[in-house]
């Protein structure tokens, strides 16, 4: 099959937004790709753009995201409350939510952004807490630079002192210093939960973590700390966006946003290289607003505006390409390297764009799979077998796994059983021999014998007919890890899509349907 044909097909939906972004917004600038000197100058500015916009999506999205949770004055159990609280989530996510993209229904989330600029915080985890739980901190450029909990190589449960770079005084007796390399920390807390049934027993759990401003701190009643709810609670919240993106911006707006950001949060010292070339090229750096000060031309500008409606598109169609690359490695499933990028941009902004907050793989890792073992993108118009082979159909995790069905976007299937994902804890009926077979298919299984291992998927005239998976494997050994990203050890299991008859072409039973 055209790998081309599959990337373009895969991306129709992207670039279909992408292009009414472009109509949404200002006029096209007054550009004649015909005239050889400005064609040069538009391929010039469009490469180095794309650099551009790659190296700063991540932090302008961060921003989002904080300025969207941040807009309520309380906690709303959805993930938004002001900073430096908690906000839990205190149901499993359901097709409604839309906070975090590839949501989870394994664990209860609880959420906080610290602004350190008011003084350093005291986050609090108690010992002693046996099931499975990690806070993850985030700085604004998506790297995670510390996780407290359960995970091998995280720090253990106790009380942290959460300060910036600049602070120079001395941890009280009792805490543990946490340096932040910046004043903004994003914690994405997870706790897992057996069932509905423990939902109880979890919030529970939840309700002992805190986060103290340090004046506030007393170590021998860490509860007692409690912030003070306002009269009238602000429960709206404020969807904000990327600058350059909304109906009637002009997408090359985004430089200039980035260079606030740049200001607000300066970059690591490893980034010179990059910052150099971007200031050089297109004027782009801390504080500096190229495109508001007439700095380009009409070719430029045209350049930059392409580089914002188009590159998303593009991502994705560079992210099949690579999927494509390694998909006999990997058994058709995408194994990434998140958490920590270092100077690969390109790589960063891809987590960013498509999993915004994903963990380092000693905490998790997330296999993706956006196409069948033929390689044909996954669709609703057709039923598969996800089938682990004997010997491989209990994942080598110390803490759990699961498999996840999204959408396109990266958010639940609603479903006429609210089911998104199967876990080890589900009732999972395995094979005489030891394989498992899970029926991905949007109607449910006529045999009732198949119904504990139905995951559904979309129907066939829904408005988002394509979907993807998510393999979740919570404490995999770094033997594991290593073993994973190299296609050895543990296999990832084939999706099989079925044939005319109820069979896969490799002999396996398709989930049953009503005669």
């Keep these: 099959m055209n790998h081309r044909r599959i990337a373009m097909a895969f991306?129709?939906?992207v670039v279909a937004l992408a292009g009414a972004a472009a109509l949404a917004g200002p006029a096209a600038a007054a550009y004649d790709s015909s005239d050889p000197a400005q064609k040069a100058e538009y391929d010039a500015t469009f490469a180095l753009g794309v650099e551009a916009y790659e190296y700063g999506l991540p932090l302008l999205d961060m921003n989002r995201t904080y300025r969207t949770s941040t807009s309520v004055n309380w906690p709303n159990g959805r993930g938004g409350g002001p900073v430096n609280m908690f906000s839990h989530f205190r149901k499993l996510a359901d097709a409604r939510d839309r906070t975090v993209v590839l949501p989870n229904s394994d664990t209860l989330y609880s959420m906080a952004w610290l602004d350190l600029r008011r003084g350093p915080v005291v986050i609090h985890s108690r010992k002693g807490t046996r099931r499975f739980h990690v806070f993850e901190l985030l700085d604004p450029w998506t790297e995670n630079f510390a996780n407290i909990g359960s995970p091998m190589g995280a720090r253990p449960d106790g009380n942290y002192l959460v300060v910036n770079r600049k602070w120079k005084g001395k941890a009280p007796k009792g805490l543990k210093l946490i340096?932040?390399?910046y004043n903004r920390v994003w914690v994405i807390g997870r706790t897992l939960v057996l069932d509905k049934a423990d939902l109880p027993r979890v919030h529970?759990?939840?309700?002992?973590y805190r986060i103290v401003p340090l004046r506030k701190w007393n170590p021998k009643r860490p509860e007692a700390y409690r912030p003070k709810k306002p009269k009238k609670l602000d429960q709206v919240k404020n969807e904000a966006h990327i600058p350059g993106t909304g109906a009637g911006e002009?997408?090359?707006?985004?430089?200039d946003a980035l260079g606030d950001m740049l200001k607000r949060f300066a970059p690591p010292a490893r980034d010179k290289p990059i910052l150099a070339r971007l200031r050089k090229?297109?004027?782009?750096g801390p504080g500096l607003h190229p495109v508001a000060n007439g700095r380009f031309d009409d070719a430029q500008l045209a350049a930059l505006r392409d580089v914002v409606t188009g590159t998303p598109a593009r991502m994705q169609a560079g992210l099949i390409s690579t999927y494509l690359e390694d998909f006999d490695t990997h058994n058709g499933w995408i194994v990434a390297r998140t958490g920590r990028y270092g100077t690969d941009y390109h790589r960063r902004a891809q987590i960013a764009r498509y999993g915004l907050g994903a963990p380092t793989p000693n905490v998790a890792m997330y296999p993706v799979a956006i196409m069948?073992?033929?390689r044909s993108p996954l669709n609703g118009a057709?039923?598969?077998v996800v089938h682990f082979d004997a010997g491989q159909a209990k994942p080598p995790v110390k803490f759990f796994w699961s498999l996840t069905l999204y959408d396109n976007d990266s958010f639940f299937v609603d479903n006429p059983i609210d089911r998104y994902l199967l876990n080890d804890r589900s009732d999972l009926k395995y094979n005489s021999d030891g394989s498992l077979d899970i029926y991905v298919q949007a109607e449910a299984p006529a045999n009732p014998d198949q119904l504990n291992n139905w995951l559904p998927s979309p129907a066939a005239d829904a408005a988002q007919p394509a979907f993807r998976m998510t393999i979740r494997l919570y404490g995999l050994?770094?033997?594991g890890i290593r073993n994973l990203y190299d296609g050895e050890g543990w296999q990832l299991p084939s999706i099989l899509p079925c044939g005319v008859g109820n069979m896969t072409s490799t002999g396996i039973a398709c989930g049953a349907l009503p005669d």
Excluded: V
């Design 477 to 479: 050994s770094k033997k």
């Design 204 to 208: 529970r759990i939840q309700n002992t």
């Design 372 to 374: 069948d073992h033929n």
């Design 11 to 13: 991306c129709s939906l």
């Design 382 to 384: 057709k039923r598969y």
């Design 281 to 284: 090229g297109l004027g782009i």
């Design 179 to 181: 340096r932040s390399p």
């Design 250 to 255: 002009d997408a090359a707006s985004y430089f």
